[in-house]
């Protein structure tokens, strides 16, 4: 297929459709609405499900509801759409469920803005929902790589049984990009019978199958979590994403950032290349699991003297980043979450000063 | 002779853990016969709430999923749009569907969500040892409400079949009770009229069911049911709120 001009909410849109979910509940929020104004004329043409629900709260539960009868289904939202949707999410993550949620962020805490923002790290890697609650978190840097990582979600989440996200910045959402779509349509989903709530005549059993998340019994409950914890644990060595950028010979500081802000990094590191200084960036592509060895490795590089981390946030990213480099070298933070978007001659005043 | 008289297929097996005079083993019975008599066991999904009926999947034959505090008709809806063969029904007590989950039955029932709510209306918070409800009484003591409900404080009791059949959508909205043999038989009949609703595919269906909480109302199940029938019988009265055309 050839190249078509997209925005990134519709190409998400239209990417989860490619990938075989054909269920999509929502609740408008900006910067994403235009997902749901894709997705309404574009579900009935594939014979898929459309529904806007009455609050994020109750769409939250409208995908665990349909994720535990076993099929396809995803959500958008933005940044206090998914503190509303993180209840659900605890449910479906103890329930063991797959789902698919896409968070393009906006500026916070509270109502915040709408402009773009990486603010909700923490919540997305750390803090998405009460319990010992993970999941499995992308995050895209451009329109094309947000359709790949929306239609590589799917089965993640159900290789997993465990949510995914997508983690985009409102530039993501809100930009144009050239995109072409992978050639597969659909990727066939995974054989759910061993679990799934979808009716006992429709998997030809006798036996019941049961969605949930309550263990009263302490043993129980600790074997749930231990089963959660073998997951995480696999995701942490097969799942973890990363690109290295300018790192393959000497550099004299090393650039942690992602999404939106990590092209912003790419230019000034060219700039700064322009001017005889070699910097390194590590971009990681999941968030959680963290590519915290990675990043540790590259730090490691003795040229190397400052580690920095440029997020639109006042510094969470930054606290994997220093895990990564466990005091081996200085790290440090640098960003804002106004909405700007550093640029790239502040980013390179920056770079000069922390490397020294 | 033939046997006349069996457990329905519908349910298990397992000992009740509901206390003695509570009503929902009853409603559970009705709801089991219904699947059997349809022959939908096999397409049914049941949706558990918070609350003592939380553990309802151990007492049905068919698939479940437990949801949230409240949350169940949001749930239902996910399942019954994704797959419209299912049959899907909600289990709901009134602290979890007439309080934190209000704005979730308002909705499904507004949109005509294809599924059917049974809606155990005890006028208390059960296992969470007897809090008051919005459905409490006024004057009604509970934990929460030592001295009784004070509707000058926190208002009259919400009357949620009248609410809900104020909607404009058609549903099937009934009010029941099955604290006496006479009782039971309608509730049946109303029970089988609403899955019978969401198998033709006609309308949202809720059926309220007036129950009894001997254990945290504080009296003997004799006394709960002459209590439901004289004070809640009164407020919350039996029928049809709507009907489909």
């Known amino acids: 297929m050839s190249k078509v001009l997209m925005k990134g909410n519709e190409a998400i849109g239209e990417a989860a459709i490619r990938a075989g979910c054909l269920n999509y509940f929502a609740y408008p929020i900006t910067p994403q609405s235009e997902v749901a104004e894709y997705l309404v004329r574009r579900m009935p043409e594939v014979g898929g499900v459309f529904l806007q629900g009455e609050s994020e709260v109750a769409v939250g539960y409208m995908l665990f509801g349909a994720a535990g009868a076993g099929e396809r289904v995803f959500t958008t939202s933005s940044s206090p759409g998914i503190s509303l949707m993180s209840e659900a999410i605890s449910y479906i993550v103890a329930a063991q469920c797959p789902a698919v949620f896409v968070n393009i962020m906006r500026g916070g805490p509270g109502l915040g803005g709408i402009l773009p923002s990486q603010a909700d790290y923490f919540q997305a890697t750390k803090g998405i929902g009460h319990g010992d609650c993970r999941l499995l978190v992308m995050a895209p840097a451009s329109v094309q790589e947000a359709v790949e990582m929306v239609m590589a979600a799917f089965p993640l989440a159900e290789k997993y049984r465990n949510p995914v996200m997508i983690l985009g910045d409102g530039l993501i959402g809100q930009m144009m990009e050239p995109v072409e779509f992978p050639d597969h349509l659909k990727t066939e989903p995974s054989n759910k019978d061993a679990w799934a709530a979808n009716g006992m005549d429709h998997r030809g059993s006798q036996t019941r199958n049961l969605v949930k998340s309550l263990f009263l019994d302490s043993t129980a409950l600790n074997d749930n979590n231990l089963q959660l914890k073998a997951k995480y644990d696999r995701m942490r060595a097969e799942e973890v994403r990363f690109e290295a950028y300018n790192t393959d010979g000497d550099y004299r500081g090393l650039i942690v950032s992602y999404g939106t802000m990590s092209r912003v990094c790419r230019t000034a590191i060219d700039m700064l290349k322009e001017e005889g200084i070699e910097v390194g960036m590590i971009r990681p592509q999941t968030l959680f699991p963290f590519p915290a060895k990675d990043v540790g490795d590259a730090a490691a590089k003795p040229s190397c003297s400052h580690v920095l981390s440029i997020e639109m946030s006042m510094g969470q990213m930054v606290e994997d980043v220093a895990l990564g480099v466990l005091g081996r070298k200085p790290v440090s933070w640098y960003g804002k979450c106004g909405g700007d978007v550093p640029t790239p001659e502040e980013i390179i005043e920056v770079v000069k000063e922390r490397i020294g | ?245």
Request: hydrophobic residues 40%; charged residues 20%.
């Open chain 2, 1 to 245: 002779m033939g046997k006349t008289f069996k457990k329905p297929e519908a349910l298990s097996d397992a000992h009740t853990h509901y206390c003695p005079g509570c009503t929902h083993g009853v409603i559970h019975r009705l709801v089991a016969e219904t699947i059997d008599e349809l022959g939908i066991r096999g397409r049914t999904v049941g949706i558990a709430p918070v609350g003592c009926a939380v553990l309802a999947y151990n007492y049905f034959n068919c698939d479940f999923q437990e949801a949230a505090h409240g949350r169940a008709p949001a749930m239902a809806t996910g399942i019954k749009r994704a797959r419209p063969d299912l049959m899907v029904f909600t289990y709901q007590g009134d602290g979890d569907l007439a309080s934190i989950g209000m704005g979730e039955i308002i909705h499904a029932a507004n949109r005509g969500e294809k599924f059917t709510t049974i809606f155990v209306n005890n006028a208390i918070y059960g296992m969470t040892g007897g809090q008051m409800a919005p459905t409490t009484m006024p004057d009604q003591r509970t934990s929460t409400s030592p001295f009784g409900r004070n509707v000058e404080e926190v208002g009259m009791p919400i009357k949620v079949a009248e609410l809900l059949a104020a909607l404009q959508t058609p549903a099937y909205i009934t009010r029941q009770t099955v604290i006496r043999p006479k009782y039971i038989n309608k509730a049946k009949k109303a029970i089988k009229q609403a899955f019978t609703y969401q198998m033709e595919n006609t309308c949202f269906s809720l059926v309220e069911v007036v129950s009894t909480c001997p254990t945290n109302w504080g009296m003997t199940p004799v006394d709960a049911i002459d209590w439901t029938e004289k004070t809640l019988l009164a407020y919350y009265q039996p029928g049809d709120y709507k009907v489909p055309a």
